[in-house]
């Protein structure tokens, strides 16, 4: 077995987690209370993303699967996690994974890539979100720049950037959530994006009190919005690497019994990302040798089956 792929340790690390006191247990209103739950919580990512633990990866891609299913009912399409999955992980290789396909496409890209925004960059995302590139949206990296030399909080710089898009662009919602991300990232110096925000774009922080409908960027109230979005984007983000910490631990323990040749590049992906296919092939692994290899490690209850199939079937922490 190729070992030298593996991480070396399978001890636990021991995870950061929102305190209780941090969440709001109702209506928040005052900009400086959402502010001081937002900061609560990022202090708590932070010293998550700064730990860096071998399963940081699967955990970060997972996030963004998340947040591209919650991008794809914003944009009125029906597809769950399990089709974007099935989308990006059954494609020809180098294939076009489809409308939705490109929505997780783009959200693995803020999940893998250091943080930066650049106009190459911003015009490829928006190509993978359907949005018509404009001389407005050329304008944005100076824009976000320049809210970034403010020195404000990232929750705040994050609610400007939102505003910024939505007069750029009226229709690239998603690309504002999407930057949201991105300028969180940068503002915490952080390696690499946590994709957080655009689950909570629908959630109960952006329900205007007193009003139908949500809450828009213009909007009074927006930004102690984002705040408390931030936090509960937060709280849950820690929840998932609560479930895939103990998940890669077990892995780690039982990668010693394993003795398929190609072994440690097989469990180096299961780390690194949300799913690995069961006819995974490398030059040390066939894929009958990789069905064997998930099926043993299934049975060792180190991977999960992730569609309930009999056939084409994605195993993940």
């Given at each position: ?81 399990a089709a974007l999955r099935d989308a ?88 504002g959530w999407w930057l949201a991300d ?136």
């Amino acid at each position: 077995m190729d070992v030298a792929l593996i991480p070396l340790s399978s001890t636990p690390v021991a995870l950061p987690v929102v305190p209780g006191w941090s969440l709001p247990r109702g209506p928040v209103i005052d900009l400086a209370e959402a502010a001081f739950f937002a900061g609560a919580a990022l202090n708590s990512l932070d010293n998550l993303v700064r730990s860096n633990p071998s399963w940081a990866g699967a955990w970060r891609a997972r996030l963004a699967l998340t947040c591209a299913a919650a991008a794809a009912r914003h944009a009125g399409r029906a597809e769950d996690e399990a089709a974007l999955r099935d989308a990006w992980m059954l494609r020809p290789a180098d294939g076009d994974p489809g409308p939705a396909g490109r929505l997780l496409a783009a959200w693995r890209r803020l999940a893998e890539r250091s943080p930066g925004v650049d106009g190459a960059g911003l015009r490829s995302i928006c190509a993978l979100l359907g949005i018509g590139w404009s001389p407005e949206l050329a304008a944005l990296p100076d824009a976000i720049g320049r809210l970034l030399g403010e020195g404000r909080p990232a929750p705040l710089v994050a609610a400007a950037v939102l505003r910024a898009v939505e007069t750029a662009a009226p229709s690239g919602g998603l690309l504002g959530w999407w930057l949201a991300d991105q300028v969180v990232a940068l503002r915490l110096r952080w390696p690499l994006p946590v994709p957080l925000l655009m689950v909570e774009a629908h959630g109960a922080a952006f329900r205007g009190a007193g009003r139908g409908g949500r809450l828009r960027p213009a909007d009074d109230g927006f930004d102690a919005a984002l705040c408390l979005a931030v936090a509960q984007g937060t709280a849950r983000a820690l929840r998932g690497a609560a479930e895939i910490a103990p998940r890669a631990a077990r892995l780690l323990a039982v990668a010693p019994k394993l003795r398929a040749k190609g072994a440690g590049e097989a469990i180096a992906q299961l780390l690194d990302d949300d799913a690995v296919p069961g006819t995974l092939a490398t030059a040390k692994l066939s894929r009958w040798g990789a069905r064997r290899l998930f099926e043993r490690l299934e049975t060792l209850g180190a991977v999960r089956e992730l569609t309930g199939r009999s056939s084409f079937k994605l195993y993940g922490l």
